[in-house]
């Protein structure tokens, strides 16, 4: 009998345990220079190569009392741990070097220490040319991106967590979770007219006038918009500044599917050129009509390129519409060649009409 448990145990023993196929990382979220933990704060795990797994969204969680997180069940690989929490700058920006964790199969990452900096903070009002508030204007901080030199106009990338910026009943905004540094501060009309009155349209037949993005300390030209300084956990305020406004002009056409046929009810959306340097947003909106056309109004001199959504309607018979899902690419109909050309809008100094917009899936 001895001889048989002994042979028994020989062979379990003689079998090698399965070898772990996934990973683990953890660790603690600090505030910068102290011990001190950060409870709450979001934890997003990003793969920074190729994994060897299957590949899903990005996990998350959030840092408990300890200011600790854990992520287990990793495929092996390499990620990078991006932290945010409100009120302290995030831990990484755009232009800064990501540091990253490679994860081996049954490998565990326990020692992983993350130290956020207090935001600095950014407050200020926007007012209309009579010197009232300018309520519901959308704000946009900015850090100049790197680019040429010589005199090449400035471009400028959002500041990372901000939301939706937008002045209130008094003209006032505050923007927080700011990492040091030099920023720029801009204020426009939201894309469907909301914020501030619109300047009266001239009686006379002369071009319309509206508000547009304006730069601090109130000039509507980036290569002239004053930096502002912030300093980490320092509040800086008083930054004031009034909306300029500029000729305006209408943008019409109709949409239609690539047989000729009118998209009704399409959400047509004008984005500002992101070669002229700046990702400010919508500059206007408009939906179509039953036999696809649409117009927009208020539109500043400048190039802008058109993004078209249709709508999917969802009922108990299926889905109908046309269309089977969200945003499709537009273009514009009628280029060099007869060929579709990227639907790019330039508005100088008259309305443009005439836009054919075709969306494709």
Do not use: C, H
């Amino acid at each position: 009998m001895q001889i048989l448990v002994g042979l028994f145990a020989a062979i379990l023993s003689s079998q090698a345990a399965p070898a772990a196929t996934t990973g683990r990382i953890a660790g603690r979220v600090t505030v910068d220079g102290t011990n001190t933990p950060i409870t709450g704060a979001r934890i997003m795990l990003i793969p920074a190569g190729r994994l060897n797994g299957p590949i899903g969204r990005p996990p998350q969680t959030t840092t408990d009392q300890e200011g600790r997180f854990a992520f287990d069940g990793l495929a092996p690989g390499e990620y990078r741990v991006d932290v945010q929490k409100t009120g302290f700058a995030p831990s990484f920006s755009p232009g800064m070097r990501p540091s990253t964790i490679q994860v081996a199969a049954g490998q565990a990452v326990d020692d992983v220490r993350v130290q956020l900096q207090r935001g600095g903070v950014i407050t200020g009002k926007v007012l209309d040319p009579s010197g009232e508030p300018f309520a519901d204007a959308r704000i946009m901080v900015m850090r100049r991106a790197p680019g040429p030199a010589g005199g090449a106009a400035p471009r400028f990338i959002p500041a990372p967590m901000q939301g939706q910026q937008q002045t209130n009943d008094l003209g006032d905004f505050r923007v927080s979770g700011l990492a040091p540094g030099e920023y720029f501060v801009a204020a426009m009309r939201g894309p469907s007219g909301l914020g501030g009155p619109t300047p009266a349209s001239a009686s006379n037949g002369s071009a319309r006038t509206a508000f547009t993005t304006t730069f601090y300390p109130g000039t509507t030209d980036p290569a002239v918009a004053q930096p502002i300084g912030v300093e980490a956990g320092k509040e800086l305020s008083n930054v004031i500044f009034t909306m300029q406004s500029a000729p305006a002009f209408r943008v019409s056409g109709s949409v239609v599917d690539e047989n000729g046929a009118p998209v009704a009810r399409a959400m047509v959306m004008l984005m500002g050129d992101p070669r002229n340097g700046m990702f400010m947003g919508p500059a206007g909106n408009a939906q179509t009509q039953e036999d696809g056309r649409f117009v927009i109004g208020d539109v500043p001199a400048g190039s802008y390129r058109v993004t078209a959504t249709v709508p999917m309607t969802i009922s108990s018979g299926g889905i109908s519409g046309g269309f089977v899902g969200g945003t499709f690419t537009a273009f514009s109909s009628g280029g060099a060649g007869g060929l579709n050309q990227p639907a790019e809008i330039v508005v100088a100094d008259t309305d443009v009409t005439g836009v054919r917009v075709v969306i494709r899936p």
